[in-house]
């Protein structure tokens, strides 16, 4: 038997050798979005190739984990306005059934740009893009046939979506065919338009409460955004 003497002075050698134990849970892990993002990521690479960027996606599914109790409509959508226009930058994802729904080409905002969106304001009369998460809202028949209005959740960046009447709609310039006559889409006064034959079929998807991430290299947003910083 050991003696109470010696007990102690044991107990604290060992005490010097072995780690402590870290007394965490996933969900208080620092890491837990990134790590669901890339299994989420990873699942979906399994069905498709047809995948946003791997950084890109991690930002927004940053957002879709802080927001998505306050959706009616898990699927998310995913913008790159860092890709030129004759390339497909819109992704329709429903993260709860792995599947990619929809990928398109999309317009950006006359005043953003050419080819590749590079400004971005929140301000009427602006024409250009607005960046960041936004809640789709009702349906309604317009000007330019069926469309999604929008409100932008994140101020000062795009909470003007309302008053700039910025939606999703369909437009022959946003088609491909008027990018391969023209070396870019056509763009719009703001809005993400979308290829006529396939904005209805969009707008189903993600009408009335599920989330739009859209991105753009624009520092000023991703430094302030409390939405994609960790």
């Known amino acids: 038997m050991i003696s109470s003497n010696l007990l102690i002075p044991i107990l604290w050698v060992f005490s ?11 969900n208080e892990s ?3 979005n990134s790590s669901l993002s890339f299994s989420l990521y990873e699942q979906l690479s399994v069905k498709t190739d047809v995948l946003p960027n791997k950084d890109v996606f991690a930002l927004a599914m940053q957002g879709w984990e802080k927001l998505n109790t306050e959706l009616k409509s898990k699927v998310i959508t995913i913008i790159d306005f860092s890709l030129p226009s004759t390339e497909k930058r819109l992704w329709i994802i429903d993260p709860e059934r792995k599947l990619v729904l929809l990928h398109s080409v999309v317009s950006h905002g006359r005043n953003s740009g050419n080819l590749i969106a590079s400004k971005f304001s929140n301000k009427p009369e602006s024409y250009q893009s607005s960046l960041g998460f936004y809640k789709t809202a009702e349906t309604y028949h317009g000007k330019h046939g069926y469309s999604l209005r929008l409100d932008g959740l994140e101020k000062g960046f795009n909470d ?7 939606v999703i709609h369909g437009a022959d310039y946003a088609r491909e065919e008027f990018a391969k006559s023209s070396g870019r889409l056509g763009r719009s006064l ?11 079929k969009a707008i189903d998807f993600i009408k009335e409460g599920s989330l739009l991430f859209i991105y753009g290299q624009d520092e000023s ?6 939405l994609i910083r960790s």
């Open 16 to 26: 010097l050798i072995l780690p402590p134990v870290e007394n965490t849970t996933i």
């Open 30 to 32: 620092p890491n837990n």
């Open 160 to 166: 003007q979506a309302r008053n700039r009447a910025i």
């Open 190 to 200: 703001g809005c993400p338009a979308l290829p006529t034959e396939l904005s209805s």
């Open 221 to 226: 947003y991703l430094q302030s955004s409390n």
